[in-house]
Structures are given as C-alpha cells and as structure tokens.
C-alpha cells in the first residue's frame, strides 16, 4: 500500500509541475497576469481569472506532497 500511495503522490506533482510548466508556455498565465495589473474598475475579476488558473496546479502539488508525506511516515 504503501507504493502505491508513494507513486500517486509522484504522479499527482508531476502533474501540477507539467501542467505549471504548460500555462507558462501557453501564455494564459501571462495574458491572466496583464489582466489583472491593468484592471482598473472590475480588480476582484481579474484577480478571480488569474487565481482559477493557479488553483487546479496548487492543489495538485499541495496534494501530492501530501501524499508523499502519508507514504513516509508510513513506513
């Protein structure tokens, strides 16, 4: 059990890096960044763009280190 949790906890911050790694080289990330510097009157849906781009990477990272903890301690 204790590989298994191991090796999604790998997967699960491979993901979060490679799909980190994705949006930088999209320009999403870059184009949601612009965004939110030159918003003038509506900031709060700018910042709401730019933030629900990081949350699915943030999350998958956070997680997986999670689970790598879990698999460390289990031993």
Excluded: C, Q
């Excluded at 890096?17 to 870059?30: A, E, I, N, P, Y």
């Excluded at 999670?66 to 289990?74: K, P, R």
Aim: glycine share 8%; charged share 10%.
């Amino acid at each position: 059990m204790n590989l298994v949790i191991l090796v999604f906890g790998i997967l699960l911050v491979g993901t979060g890096f490679v799909t980190m790694v994705r949006k930088l080289h999209d320009r999403s990330m870059h184009e949601s960044l612009a965004v939110v510097r030159n918003a003038h009157g509506d900031t709060a849906k700018a910042v709401g763009a730019f933030v629900s781009l990081l949350v699915p990477i943030v999350s998958s990272i956070a997680s997986g280190i999670a689970f790598l903890v879990v698999a460390a301690l289990a031993r």
